[in-house]
């Protein structure tokens, strides 16, 4: 029900497979930690969901180093939609994503940040220059702050 309130809220989508089959809401989504990890390596993750999603490549870069994913990226000749920020100082972390993108032609490479955002979270990186283009919100979007969720990823 959070997912439906939230797109009758003004959000456009949803994560959840099912919300979206039951209540008629897009549904988006990005590759996983547990896509790359199924891999022999991040590059071959890269280049497999890339074939399987030619047109809306969004490649989390995090799952183990995000710099070196970056350049994995760059040396694979991919050119995704964009990446994803999940974990991290999601500052500095998109201004040298974004810096090293632009520095090989990747300018319209988006940069997608999640990772337990709310709208203080996202004005602040925004006020002191995060180079964000979209955010994705869940946890505090569904979760009351006085009902606290454990944060955790798995890796």
Excluded at 19 to 46: C, N, Y
């Amino acid at each position: 029900m959070a997912a439906r309130a939230a797109y009758i809220g003004g959000c456009t989508g949803t994560s959840n497979v099912e919300a979206g089959q039951r209540f008629g809401i897009p549904v988006f989504g990005t590759l996983a930690h547990s896509f790359v990890m199924a891999h022999k390596d991040e590059e071959e993750s890269f280049r497999h969901f890339n074939q399987l999603f030619p047109d809306n490549t969004v490649l989390l870069v995090d799952t183990y180093d995000t710099m070196a994913a970056i350049e994995k990226i760059i040396e694979a000749g991919l050119r995704p939609q964009a990446v994803r920020l999940d974990s991290g100082n999601l500052l500095d972390l998109s201004q040298k994503v974004r810096h090293r993108l632009d520095e090989v032609g990747l300018r319209s490479t988006r940069i997608f940040a999640t990772s337990d955002l709310d709208e203080f979270v996202i004005a602040d990186l925004l006020a002191r220059g995060a180079q964000v283009d979209s955010f994705g919100v869940g946890t505090s979007l569904a979760t009351s702050k006085d009902a606290p969720a454990l944060s955790g990823v798995y890796k």
